[in-house]
């Protein structure tokens, strides 16, 4: 079947609903989610029972590329900075000498078991070299893991920061492979550039997004998700455009933004978490209609035992490595090894030397695949199984909720207090945005004069105003009345 203007939204729409479904009941059966939707986007390949004709790398590059903007961005605003920061140095080392020791290991193991060249050996390393950040946050908040001492922001961090210094490793190795005559110290500025602009440019355009949010005022709340939208799509080209590396700079605007106060933030946050969703869904059924089974078949063999290196020796050996720095104990450090989920974003990467034209882009891609495939299946399916062996999970009920969840979350308030607004109190003639107002309380009305006004976080608070909080407890009154104060 030819995929038409007439017939791409029935056909998008069904696989869409199928993989929802499908997925809804998957873990009852210990299966990944996004394994089914991979698979379901196979069957419905040229190769399946659906026959959907689809081989073309550089649309599935295309919406792979825009899929992970909201993946990753969605992935940073979600993450905590208080839950973060005390393992930053750890998730940062993981993300940059973690990944790139992960891509020398199996490179060199590749050009020793293979015809490849060291080059496309190295290539191919670094193709796998991130872990997932997909996989990563669908799998491990789907099983609801509660881990000890810190390793899930750990894992989390480096999965949602580690797709950056992959991308590096892949346009540098694929460079030299196109260009052979070109020495590998001719990349290293390319690389430095790319993470220094990536980094700078994820700060400032966070800042800059932050102060465009809360300042402009637009008429409908609806509207606010979309201008982030482009706020992020303007940063990750922006960025690119003048040679940095963009997803790290979606990642760092998006956690600077999810750490900050944002007008309607609480509606932001829900958006994207339905457009992650969508877009994880929709880059593995694309990346699956991508795929032809009968051409990764041949490459089973060689697959599995390249697949098996990464699990069983490289990614480990990547971790204690980059790990030796740090005071972490062993079941800490092998539980980090083992959640080295490889998903839809090596598949991505895959796709460069697809369309660079490399002599061996075809087997590379096929290989490519068959790791992420047996990753997800292996890895994804006993991260339980592994936390309970190694003593990392925390017993039944002693899970802290994450602090995104804690916002989204519609907890029941059981104290009320009205709170008076003098004329020289900090909070008079400011926004409720700009005050730091506590998380666990809302200002559900404000009282001005003869009227009542429902606030939101553009409200502008003038003295005089009597303020109707609710809070789940009294110490978040308490702690309401010192920000409105000043104190």
């Not at 709340?221 to 939208?229: A, D, F, M």
């Not at 969703?277 to 060689?302: A, D, N, R």
């Not at 035992?305 to 990614?315: G, N």
């Not at 969840?405 to 907890?411: C, F, I, T, V, Y």
Request: glycine letters at 8%.
């Amino acid at each position: 079947m030819s995929l038409t203007i007439e017939n791409i939204l029935l056909i998008g729409s069904l696989l869409l609903f199928v993989s929802i479904i499908v997925g809804k009941t998957s873990y009852k059966f210990g299966v990944p989610t996004l394994l089914l939707f991979l698979t379901i986007g196979m069957l419905a390949g040229s190769d399946g029972i659906g026959g959907i004709q689809f081989d073309d790398p550089k649309i599935a590059q295309f919406i792979g590329i825009v899929s992970l903007n909201f993946i990753l961005f969605s992935g940073g605003l979600d993450t905590n900075w208080s839950t973060v920061k005390p393992i930053l140095r750890e998730g940062i080392v993981l993300s940059t000498l973690g990944v790139l020791l992960t891509a020398l290991s199996l490179g060199t193991f590749v050009w020793w078991m293979t015809d490849f060249t060291i080059y496309e050996s190295m290539l191919l390393g670094s193709i796998v070299s991130s872990t997932d950040a997909a996989a990563v946050f669908s799998i491990l908040r789907s099983k609801n893991l509660a881990l000890k001492t810190n390793i899930r922001p750990t894992l989390e961090l480096e999965s949602g920061s580690n797709d950056p210094m992959a991308y590096v490793l892949t346009i540098a190795f694929l460079t030299l492979v196109v260009n052979q005559d070109q020495s590998i110290f001719s990349v290293i500025p390319m690389f430095l550039q790319q993470m220094i602009l990536g980094a700078a440019l994820g700060f400032g355009f966070g800042k800059l997004s932050k102060y465009i949010i809360n300042k402009i005022k637009l008429d409908f709340e609806g509207l606010y998700p979309v201008l982030v939208i482009a706020l992020m799509f303007i940063t990750f080209s922006a960025t690119d455009f003048v040679g940095g590396n963009g997803f790290l700079a979606i990642y760092i605007c998006s956690v600077y933004l999810g750490n900050q106060n944002l007008i309607h933030k609480k509606t932001i946050l829900k958006v994207y978490d339905g457009l992650a969703w969508l877009m994880q869904i929709v880059l593995f059924l694309t990346l699956g209609l991508l795929v032809f089974p009968s051409k990764v078949l041949p490459v089973f063999g060689i697959g599995l035992i390249i697949s098996l290196f990464l699990i069983l020796v490289a990614r480990p050996l990547s971790v204690f490595l980059s790990m030796s720095i740090f005071k972490m104990n062993y079941s800490r450090r092998a539980y980090i090894s083992w959640v080295g989920l490889r998903g839809a974003v090596p598949i991505v990467f895959a796709t460069y030397p697809l369309l660079a034209g490399i002599d061996k882009a075809d087997m590379m891609f096929n290989i490519v695949f068959f790791i992420s495939v047996t990753s997800v299946l292996i890895q994804g399916t006993t991260l339980s199984v592994v936390a309970k062996w190694l003593n990392v999970i925390l017993p039944n009920g002693v899970k802290n909720p994450h602090p995104t969840d804690l916002l989204l979350k519609d907890n029941p308030k059981t104290v009320m207090q009205e709170i008076e607004i003098e004329y020289d109190h900090y909070a008079a003639n400011k926004k409720i945005v700009d005050l730091g107002f506590p998380k666990h309380a809302i200002i559900a009305m404000i009282k001005r004069e003869d009227s009542y006004i429902t606030p939101n976080g553009a409200t502008v608070i003038l003295g005089g105003d009597v303020l109707i909080v609710f809070a789940e407890k009294q110490v978040a009154i308490d702690e309401v009345n010192e920000k409105l104060k000043g104190n």
